[in-house]
């Protein structure tokens, strides 16, 4: 498994994908992909005091990173910001 940051690393927020030569290795096991999910983004975010996400919607793959690392304070805004901006509840993007 390769590990290819990409875009925000300036600014503390990280920006992955993971790399597999399946033809090599064989699937990854998703337990896996989960436990170096979390060292990556308990690196960024604990150890760097960086973000796991940057400007943008966090996506369903990080909605738990979203839980686990976002204050309440802001999650509270964002909640709103997005009741205010699409209270159809356009798209797929879930905060809270």
Request: aromatic share 12%; proline share 2%; charged share 25%.
């Amino acid at each position: 498994v390769a590990i290819f940051d990409f875009g925000h690393i300036g600014d503390g927020g990280v920006h992955f994908n993971l790399v597999v030569d399946e033809a090599r290795a064989g699937p990854v096991d998703i337990a896996f992909e989960r436990r170096l999910r979390d060292w990556v983004y308990s690196m960024a975010v604990d150890r760097f005091g960086g973000s796991f996400s940057a400007e943008h919607g966090v996506g369903r793959k990080n909605q738990a990173y979203y839980d686990l690392y976002t204050q309440k304070k802001h999650k509270d805004l964002a909640a709103g910001l997005k009741q205010l901006t699409s209270p159809g509840h356009l798209g797929s993007v879930c905060f809270g």
